[in-house]
């Protein structure tokens, strides 16, 4: 699999009760693609709150301990909330493949969020491949994703 993330640091990965297995699939795909991971949790199916996890996934990120996040839950709408309140944090909710592609090429997103109750397993791997893959255009859209942070 090529990339245009810098692969020598790892992926953070988090997820709650409702995106726990497909995080777990999603795992075993990078680590079997050479990445290293820190995964942030949950560890279980048990009931927990999502931000607990999509903060320290966007924590790495922005801080540039993790090349980019991979944040999951039942509809994707609460991590990626969550992970968008962190500075240098561009985080895109996906449902399908071209979305995934556009929120590199246009948005230059760095943590991809997906909503496990509403896409398949082999979409979710489908569209983190094309993540992984897909580099930012730059160009035309160097300008707006330099105006997101609102400073």
Known sequence: M???FD??????????????EYKELLKALLQAE???????GTHSLDSVDYPDFAHPVAA??????AAFGVLICGSGEGVCITANKHARVRAALCWNNEVAQLT???NNANVICLPARFVSIDAAKEMLQSFIQ?????GRHENRVNKISGT
């Open 7 to 20: 692969k020598s640091l790892p992926v953070a990965l988090g997820a709650d009760h409702a995106g726990y």
């Open 134 to 138: 897909t580099a930012f255009e730059g």
């Open 104 to 106: 590199r090429q246009h």
């Open 34 to 40: 050479g990445w290293q991971l820190s995964d942030k």
């Open 2 to 4: 090529t990339t245009t």
């Open 60 to 65: 790495d990120v922005e801080q540039g301990k």
